[in-house]
């Protein structure tokens, strides 16, 4: 098969699809790699690290869509590539449709073969190509949300883990999936107090198991919610219904319920967010601040950290990569029922019945 690596253009990621090693064996399996030129240069792999793996280094990002069979990419394509996407060709990157109608209906109208990271799914019911950006972005949560903590970057100027004489501040985790455990184990690590919700009590009692007493878990509703984000000085959006739109557990009249200078980090952003009133931000311009309350809202926050999250990244989807150009998607599909699931766009038709939901399409969407 011949496959493409664009350059992501999507403000700020510096993150790429494949490294030199995934080159590498994908031309041992007689595959034949294009990579656009630079396309690694933010993740610290270059043109001629690809070209000793066995690639070929093309100058444009329309002569790696337009010679490829397979794309293999990070982020969703953005509108200047929507034309790009031949019919027919295999995209597989990270896609969140579910919060973008324009997406779905350029990627339905290209007729390519959406396979999306982000619902690759394996026996256990856990998501094996989200979880290291989820790892990423969960400890990134606390990071960022410290800084915006800051008086000077608008919050409420508290030190997260307080001094001797002066309590700590409090870290509201919303969610306790992949994002929300490694949003508290940060904080906790900085000496904050967190509390944790979810509805999946399994995943609870597995936090109050490994976690230390000052992580402290609470099952979530709105009521519990109401009452936390009074006192909680950072909050972290974690929560995930597979492939659908994330649901509003902070609505826009809860705002005013805050102090002034509370943070959010809605990492569920990519899903629409669980904060009603989340829009999507860049690494460029990240926050944005609604009745005093901070948001932070990047879409891509481990594309800040791109030598870290290539990596990550590129260790889980090889596997799947390999399996596709050996096998070609359909019997690769067929074969791997985690990557079947990753199907969500079929030649112009969605197969993934969350995003139906998520638009309120009932029959198929005619573009
Ligand atoms: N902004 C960014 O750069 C990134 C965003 N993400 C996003 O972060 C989100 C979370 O991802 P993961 O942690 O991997 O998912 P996960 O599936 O591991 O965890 C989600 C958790 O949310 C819980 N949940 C569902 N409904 C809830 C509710 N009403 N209240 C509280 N908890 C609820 C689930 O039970 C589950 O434990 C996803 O939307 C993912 O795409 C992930 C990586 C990077
Ligand atoms: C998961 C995701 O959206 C990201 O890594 O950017
Ligand atoms: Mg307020």
Redesign the pocket.
């Known amino acids: 098969m011949i496959v493409g690596v664009p350059k992501e253009i999507k403000n700020n990621e510096s993150r790429v699809g494949m490294t030199p090693a995934g080159v590498f064996e994908l031309v041992k399996n007689n595959h034949t790699v294009y990579v656009q030129s630079g396309a690694g240069d933010g993740s610290g792999f270059f043109n001629k690290d690809y070209q000793q793996a066995g690639a070929t280094i093309l100058d444009t990002i329309g002569q790696v869509y337009a010679m490829s069979e397979m794309i293999v990419k990070v982020k969703e394509p953005i509108a200047e590539e929507y034309d790009l996407v031949q019919e027919g060709q295999i995209i597989f990157t990270y896609f969140?449709f579910a919060s973008s109608e324009p997406l779905t209906k350029a990627m339905i109208k290209q007729k390519g073969i959406c396979i999306a990271y982000?619902t690759v799914e394996d026996e256990e019911g856990t998501?094996p190509l989200?979880?290291p950006?989820?790892e990423v972005?969960?400890r990134m949560a606390i990071q960022q949300g410290a800084k915006y903590l800051e008086k000077p970057a608008k919050g409420r100027g508290l030190l997260l883990g307080g001094v001797p004489g002066v309590a700590p501040g409090k870290v509201l985790v919303?969610?306790?999936?992949?994002?929300?455990i490694q949003a508290a184990k940060m904080a906790a690590g900085l000496g904050a107090h967190v509390t944790i919700?979810?509805?999946?009590m399994k995943?609870l009692r597995y936090v109050n198991d490994v976690m230390p007493p000052h992580v402290v878990t609470d099952f979530?509703n709105e009521y519990s919610i109401r009452k936390h984000i009074k006192t909680h000085d950072l909050i972290v959006g974690?929560?995930?219904?597979k492939g659908a739109k994330?649901?509003n557990?902070i609505t826009r009249d809860m705002l005013k319920e805050m102090r002034p200078g509370t943070v959010i980090v809605d990492?569920?952003?990519?899903?629409g967010g669980c904060v009603e009133t989340t829009k999507a931000t860049t690494h460029e311009d990240p926050i944005y601040i609604i009745d005093d309350v901070v948001h932070y809202c990047?879409?891509?926050?481990?594309g800040a950290v791109p030598y870290t999250s290539t990596v990550a990244l590129t260790n889980v989807t090889l596997p799947y990569v390999l399996k596709l150009a050996n096998l070609g998607w359909q019997s690769a599909c067929e074969k791997d029922k985690s990557l079947q699931k990753g199907l969500n766009i079929i030649e112009g038709k969605v197969v993934y019945k969350e995003i139906n939901e998520a638009f309120n399409w009932d029959t198929p969407v005619l573009v």
């Open positions: 969140h982000e998501l989200l979880t950006m989820s972005a969960g919303l969610g306790a999936g992949v994002v929300g919700m979810d509805v999946n995943r979530s974690g929560v995930l219904l994330a649901p557990l990492v569920a952003v990519d899903q990047v879409a891509n926050m481990p």
